[in-house]
């Protein structure tokens, strides 16, 4: 199970596939505010990303694999570019 | 082999057939238009299927008849015999190229290369039309037209890009909004990319509210800088070709300064009247000195900073001056330089990038934020003007929007924003910019509503209205017909799905299993047999039979079906021969007209598949010996054009075959006189023959009627091979000819010959079957009867004298046959090659269905067995071939 939930916020850990997208933006739907922690994941799918792009939710701690970082950052940080 | 590339085998190779049926119906009607639609849709998704595998010879070969195809399509190209000829000989070539594949794996050189010369020849039907490189960049994403998104590497990583030299390719993936659902994830894409170097990726749309979001619909533009080589690149992306563009990014496109603006100082207009200064002298070391200089001054995370680090960095790769002067030029506005502009007019061939930009900017390009200073600047012309400001305002103006749709790529919005200027001056008016915004915001609204309109259209239609003339500066390209046609072929195969296509192994394993059951059920009345014999249980043995009853209804119906799914029409084999027919006819100046009946007749498929060499031959006989030229048939007050036919149809369990021409017939005086010559028979013979059994003889090997042999019929295979590979699947030939008028070939086959009846007969205490169809009557002959001329016996049956042979000579067996106690012997009598024979046996047994199987192994090439087959008792049996016996 790539998708934990808690009171403050959802972990994506290993790698999150297509499976994943719907409870995650369903999820994200119905807490606005909670961050996410991707520091564990390993690799999100693209329809995973796009869940993460449209709710802009907070991310509490980027990925630590430095290709998905650099993904998450670029779609997280639409709203306000530099 | 991977079930992919065989399955995509056995599907090229009817759509083959396929095509070349069509290339033939087009021959009789050059402008039938559902048929050329329907020929170049099976070219194009041959040519897609086939870039699904590494064949890059057969997908450029494909691709070139597909854009021919395309121009004979949109009538630019005429269908003539020599184009026609050109893509049969295409879809031979391939067809080689895929039996070469399926052998061994790979497309040897030499056929490389014969389909790069063809597909050169069918290329040149092309030149000198124009808009040629628009079909060829059909098949994938434009190449974008805005390479600012380079940005996003981060100014350190394309420093060291630009210093490392290697060369770069840039990849832009738009994945289409389904791609998950095939099981696509983009990002892995991008993430297993070879050489992967850097990336941008944007939403496609704005994301909108979150709540509407459909996150299973993919909504990104990706953009990858590469390292890597071009086909690794293209073969990483294979599956998704049609959402990509792949193409080679100038070192210089990561030459883009970035940071934040910073307040501009007086100093900065005297540094770039300096730098330009120095780059009109070609001044290097100048320009070097005055952008270290201003670095030390100002903040190095400022734009400007970043902008002459890069000016630094390109006067030490020793860039062009031209490229210098235009970065400094566009430093010096404060704008981004657009290197995709430059490497166009540099290098790539502009015109089909040019059309490119057109079709891709609108809806690319934009954001939100665009928009609204878009309709607002449109707002700030459109206030009541008259007075001082105006100039300044319009100035303004025209300078914010050039910014835009510099940014955005489109140049299109550039062009007509350059005419509405002029007109704009030259009226002394703010409407004409007024209406070429106008023009230039609903197209980028109906862009990005619907990104399927061709671009201009909208523009043209404002243009209408406005006092504008000539705002719609390019035509679009015609609506995009090939995309188009490509769904609707998409749906035509998801119908087409429906059929099963199974491997021929699997179902002649059935074939043998359900073999095998026939054979295994036929054991239980053996065994019933035996529960009465020596276990005494009569009940046992009804039940038995009972039982054996069910499975054998059973069974039958099992081996009924597996047959039907065996049986194929004989269209199969009938669909080449309108090419073989049309070949050969044009090769010999003849002119015939082929018409086939009867196609739709059905047979067991290793029936058809036998009889696909011996009817081609039969055609070719008929056509360079029956059919006359032109002349001789006008001569003889026939029509110019000869009559072939080619007709199937089912009679009883029999197929009947006919082959019927209208040309000159067989004469028999000359069969008869060649046939003697030959020394097939003595002359007196051949005078006693009546005329239609004198025709016959040329089915006696070593018989050729053609005065001097040509490459067509005299391939060494006379018709005896015909007859003889007729009768070895138990079929039958007969020919009536009329001299002057035509001939006619009848050949009957049977529909199946998996289960064969046969007669079981002992000899020398064995069992031996022969088939059912050479037997007419059995009966016993009193030995007085059978009279011996020198060493051949005979006997009179029914007033016809029946020669007899003896089982024993025949076989070698080791006893003669013996008469039973009335002194009478068996005699089966049988009917071969037209003659009627007796063989005399020890006895006669019952008649049974079996399955026969040839002889294999080192007893194949045994002759006078037709094959062996298992009894239910499970011992085998021999079944003789009295053809080859006797």
């Known amino acids: 199970m790539a998708l934990v939930s808690s009171d403050h916020g959802m972990a994506l850990t290993g790698h999150c596939t297509v499976e994943d997208a719907e409870p995650l933006f369903g999820w994200l739907l119905d807490h606005r505010d909670a961050a996410l922690d991707l520091g564990e994941a390993t690799h999100l799918h693209t329809a995973v990303l796009q869940a993460i792009a449209a709710t802009q939710n907070p991310i509490a701690r980027a990925p630590s694999d430095p290709f998905l970082r650099d993904l998450v950052a670029q779609l997280t940080t639409r709203r306000n570019p530099e | ?187 892995f894409l991008l993430r297993s990319l070879p050489g992967l170097e850097g990336f941008r990726v944007s939403p496609l749309d704005p994301w909108g509210p979150a709540e509407m979001l459909d996150v299973y619909r993919a909504n990104l533009c990706i953009d990858a800088v590469s390292s890597g080589a071009a086909a690794e690149l293209e073969e990483h992306v294979r599956y998704v070709a049609e959402q990509c563009v792949i193409y080679p990014l100038p070192l210089l496109a990561l030459a883009l300064p970035t940071g934040p603006a910073g307040e501009r100082s007086a100093v900065e207009g005297d540094l770039f009247a300096l730098l330009k200064a120095a780059h009109a002298k070609d001044d290097g070391a100048a320009i070097g000195q005055a952008a270290a200089a ?293 090769s010999l100046d003849k002119r015939v007209r082929l018409t086939i009946e009867g196609e739709e007749t059905e047979a067991d498929k290793s029936i058809i598949e036998t009889l696909s060499d011996p009817l081609i031959h039969i055609l070719r006989n008929s056509l360079d010996h029956g059919i006359e030229k032109p002349e001789a048939r006008s001569a003889a007050g026939k029509p110019e054009e000869g009559k072939l036919t080619i007709r199937a149809s089912q009679e009883g369990d029999r197929v009947l075959i006919e082959i019927e021409d209208d040309g000159k017939g067989i004469d028999p005086a000359i069969v008869r006189r060649k046939a003697v010559e ?65 001939t006619r070939l009848v050949l009957s086959l049977p529909l199946s010959m998996s289960v064969s009846n046969v007669m079981m007969v002992t000899i020398g205490g064995q069992h031996f079957g022969i088939p059912m169809d050479v037997v007419v009557e059995t009966v016993r002959v009193k030995h007085s009867d059978i009279h011996v001329f020198k060493d051949q016996r005979a006997t009179v049956l029914r007033g016809k004298i029946v020669p007899l042979y003896s089982s024993h000579q025949v076989l070698n067996t080791s006893e003669e046959p013996k008469p039973n106690n009335d002194g009478e012997y068996a005699v089966l009598v049988a009917r071969l090659h037209g003659d009627t024979i007796g063989l005399l046996v020890d006895g006669f047994a019952h008649t049974t269905d079996v399955i026969l199987k040839p002889l294999d192994g080192p007893l194949a090439g045994l002759p006078g067995f037709a094959g062996s087959a298992l009894l239910g008792d499970g011992s085998v049996l021999l079944v003789l071939n009295l053809k080859e016996l006797l």
Not at chain 2, 127 to 135: H, K, P, Q, Y
């Open chain 2, 294 to 586: 201003m670095l030390d001054m100002i903040s190095p995370d400022l734009w400007l900073a970043s902008a002459l680090r890069w000016t630094a960095r390109l006067l030490e790769a020793g860039t062009e001056p031209e490229a210098l002067g235009y970065f400094i030029d566009a430093i010096a506005e404060g704008r981004l330089p657009d290197w995709s502009h430059l490497a166009v007019n540099d290098t790539a061939p502009p015109a089909p990038s040019e059309d490119r930009s057109v079709k891709a900017a609108p809806a690319a390009g934009y954001d939100p934020i665009a928009l609204d200073i878009l309709t607002a600047q449109r707002g700030i012309l459109s206030l009541e003007g008259g007075d001082a400001g105006e100039a300044g305002r319009r100035e303004a103006v025209l300078h914010t929007l050039r910014n835009i749709f510099s940014v955005a790529g489109d140049r299109q919005a550039l062009a007509i924003l350059e005419i509405a200027e002029a007109q704009a001056r030259a009226a002394g008016s703010v409407t004409p910019l007024l209406s070429g915004l106008d023009a230039i915001l609903s197209e980028i609204l109906s862009g990005e509503a619907e990104t399927d309109e061709p671009a201009a259209a909208t523009v043209k239609a404002s243009a209408d209205d406005a006092p504008v003339p000539a705002i719609a500066v390019e035509d679009p390209p015609a609506p995009d017909a090939p995309a188009q046609d490509k769904t609707t072929g998409e749906r035509g195969a998801d119908k087409s799905l429906r059929v099963l296509k199974v491997a021929q192994e699997k179902i002649d394993r059935l074939m043998d299993l359900i073999g095998e059951m026939v054979v295994a059920k036929n054991a239980l009345p053996y065994l019933a047999q035996k529960a009465e014999d020596v276990f005494g249980s009569r009940e046992l043995s009804r039940e038995i039979k009972g039982q054996y009853a069910i499975i054998n209804r059973i069974a039958e119906e099992m081996q009924d079906g597996i047959m039907q799914v065996r049986m194929m029409p004989v269209g199969a084999i009938f669909q080449r021969f309108p090419r073989l027919v049309r070949d050969v006819a044009r």
């Open chain 2, 678 to 742: 030959k020394g097939l028979i003595d002359a007196h013979a051949a005078e006693q023959l009546s005329d239609a059994d004198a025709v016959m003889l040329v089915f006696a090997p070593g018989f050729s009627t053609a005065e001097t042999v040509s490459s067509l019929s005299g391939r060494g295979v006379g018709m005896d091979v015909v007859k003889s590979s007729i009768e070895k699947i138990g079929g039958e030939v007969s020919l009536t000819s009329r001299l002057g008028q035509g």
């Open chain 2, 1 to 187: 082999m991977n079930p992919l590339l065989q399955q995509f085998l056995a599907e090229a190779r009817d759509f083959l057939e396929r095509i070349g049926e069509r290339l033939l119906t087009l021959e009789e009607d050059p402008n039938d238009d559902a048929v050329l639609g329907d020929l170049f849709r099976l070219m194009h998704t041959l040519k897609g299927n086939s870039g699904l595998f590494d064949m890059p010879a057969l997908t450029r070969l494909l691709h070139a008849a597909e854009d021919v195809l395309d121009r004979v399509r949109d009538h630019e190209i005429g269908m003539d015999s020599a184009l026609t000829d050109t893509l049969l000989a295409t879809a031979d070539l391939v067809s080689a190229m895929l039996d070469a594949v399926e052998e061994d794996g790979a497309i040897p050189d030499d056929l490389a290369r014969r389909a790069q010369t063809l597909a050169d020849r069918l290329r040149a039907r092309l030149e000198g039309l124009a808009t040629v490189e628009i079909a060829a960049a059909e098949e994938g994403l434009p190449v974008p037209a805005d390479w600012t998104y380079l940005q996003v590497l981060g100014e350190e990583s394309r420093a060291a890009l630009f210093a490392g030299g290697k060369p770069l390719l840039a990849l832009r993936y738009q994945p289409e909004p389904e791609c998950f659902f095939k099981g696509e994830d983009p990002a």
